[in-house]
């Protein structure tokens, strides 16, 4: 009698650690896995989801130097996805043969035209004065394609700008921030790294709402995105083409709000409003982090500029009182104004 109780006893066990055991394994191929501790840094990436929020940093660089960044999709559940900014396989749309979607160049550095570019991340000027060729190709020629209605009807800059007034524009701008091309590129390729994730995962499509929330330094980001029918090449006459647009965007805190109360009461209140904007929300394509990492251009004042002082706020690069003073205490004219000579 007794050795048959042990007997019982003993299966009890196994069959109570055979359930938890089943339950964990349930809960991984579900894909949803429950909080972790915040000096955990075994998480699980996406498209495995979290039931609530994971206690992370995001963006964070995890074990092995993989970066990542937090986002929750659109059914409430929560991702960390690996964004990792890193040269792969080519990135290349063709009507000639299968679309070829890996990362590209992207620590590429145009350093044979631009060597203080390579060596520091930021442009000397003097490199850029009386310049004539880039990528081999002649300025005025990348002048004459890359205003409106040339290789694209909005254009790669203004018409009364050209394309060495923007770079050392934005250049002075950079600089003045305190921040670098690469980056001011890095949190733009996160945003593509996670939409190469996506198209890998087979979650994409033309009008994309799968993933409307991205968090990043502290702010919860709104993110949209869609894909164009054909695709744009370069003005450089490099690899890098377009044929995604996305926009970000994210809120102004109270805090915020009364800094700029504050600090631009002159304002009209269609300027005011026109500030906000320019400094909240971002529309960019894919082409953007490359062209800021290889050259440091970032687009002239046309629809599709990446303007720089709105990188830097909505992903939380600089505080906007640290922008406002990079921008001589006058944002507005600072977003608004072209690069002209």
Same mark, same amino acid.
């Given at each position: 009698?007794?050795?048959?109780?042990?007997?019982?006893?003993?299966?009890?066990?196994?069959?109570?650690?055979?359930?938890?055991?089943?339950?964990?394994?349930?809960?991984?191929?579900?894909?949803?896995?429950?909080?972790?501790?915040?000096?955990?840094?075994?998480?699980?990436?996406?498209?495995?989801?979290?039931?609530?929020?994971?206690?992370?940093?995001?963006?964070?660089?995890?074990?092995?130097?993989?970066?990542?960044?937090?986002?929750?999709?659109?059914?409430?559940?929560?991702?960390?996805?690996?964004?990792?900014?890193?040269?792969?396989?080519?990135?290349?749309?063709?009507?000639?043969?299968?679309?070829?979607?890996?990362?590209?160049?992207?620590?590429?550095?145009?350093?044979?035209?631009?060597?203080?570019?390579?060596?520091?991340?930021?442009?000397?000027?003097?490199?850029?004065?009386?310049? =004539? !060729?880039?990528? *081999?190709?002649? /300025?005025? &020629?990348?002048?004459?394609?890359?205003?409106? @209605?040339?290789?694209?009807?909005?254009?790669?800059?203004?018409?009364?700008?050209?394309?060495?007034?923007?770079?050392?524009?934005?250049?002075?701008?950079?600089?003045?921030?305190?921040?670098?091309?690469?980056?001011?590129?890095?949190?733009?390729?996160?945003?593509?790294?996670?939409?190469?994730?996506?198209?890998?995962?087979?979650?994409?499509?033309?009008?994309?709402?799968?993933?409307?929330?991205?968090?990043?330094?502290?702010?919860?980001?709104?993110?949209?995105? =869609? !894909?164009?029918? *054909?695709?744009? /090449?370069? &003005?450089?006459?490099?690899?890098?083409?377009? @044929?995604?647009?996305?926009?970000?965007?994210?809120?102004?805190?109270?805090?915020?709000?009364?800094?700029?109360?504050?600090?631009?009461?002159?304002?009209?209140?269609?300027?005011?409003?026109?500030?906000?904007?320019?400094?909240?929300?971002?529309?960019?394509?894919?082409?953007?982090?490359?062209?800021?990492?290889?050259?440091?251009?970032?687009?002239?004042?046309?629809?599709?500029?990446?303007?720089?002082?709105?990188?830097?706020?909505?992903?939380?690069?600089?505080?906007?009182?640290?922008?406002?003073?990079?921008?001589?205490?006058?944002?507005?004219?600072?977003?608004?104004?072209?690069?002209?000579?």
């Amino acid at each position: 009698m007794k050795n048959r109780i042990e007997y019982l006893v003993r299966w009890k066990r196994r069959l109570g650690l055979l359930w938890v055991v089943l339950i964990f394994l349930t809960s991984i191929s579900l894909g949803q896995r429950g909080q972790k501790s915040k000096t955990d840094q075994d998480w699980f990436f996406y498209p495995l989801t979290y039931l609530s929020k994971p206690d992370m940093a995001s963006p964070s660089v995890l074990k092995y130097g993989t970066e990542a960044i937090l986002v929750m999709k659109k059914d409430s559940t929560f991702g960390i996805v690996s964004v990792t900014v890193e040269n792969g396989e080519p990135l290349l749309y063709s009507n000639q043969f299968k679309w070829m979607m890996g990362k590209g160049q992207q620590l590429g550095v145009d350093g044979g035209d631009f060597p203080a570019l390579a060596k520091t991340g930021l442009h000397d000027e003097a490199e850029l004065e009386g310049k =004539e !060729r880039i990528t *081999g190709f002649p /300025v005025r &020629i990348i002048n004459e394609i890359g205003r409106p @209605n040339g290789f694209s009807r909005a254009g790669f800059m203004a018409e009364d700008e050209d394309i060495l007034s923007v770079l050392e524009g934005d250049n002075q701008l950079a600089r003045a921030m305190g921040l670098t091309h690469p980056q001011m590129a890095k949190p733009l390729f996160h945003i593509w790294n996670l939409v190469l994730k996506e198209i890998e995962l087979k979650h994409w499509k033309r009008f994309y709402d799968n993933i409307p929330v991205i968090f990043y330094n502290g702010h919860q980001l709104n993110f949209k995105a =869609e !894909r164009s029918k *054909g695709w744009q /090449v370069s &003005i450089f006459q490099d690899e890098i083409q377009g @044929n995604f647009d996305f926009t970000i965007s994210r809120k102004l805190t109270p805090e915020e709000k009364t800094f700029l109360d504050e600090h631009y009461s002159r304002l009209s209140d269609v300027q005011r409003d026109k500030l906000e904007k320019k400094l909240t929300s971002l529309y960019f394509s894919e082409m953007a982090p490359y062209y800021i990492m290889r050259y440091g251009f970032y687009e002239g004042h046309t629809a599709y500029r990446a303007e720089p002082v709105a990188i830097a706020f909505i992903f939380g690069l600089k505080k906007l009182s640290e922008l406002d003073a990079a921008c001589n205490h006058d944002l507005l004219g600072v977003l608004t104004k072209h690069f002209t000579k």
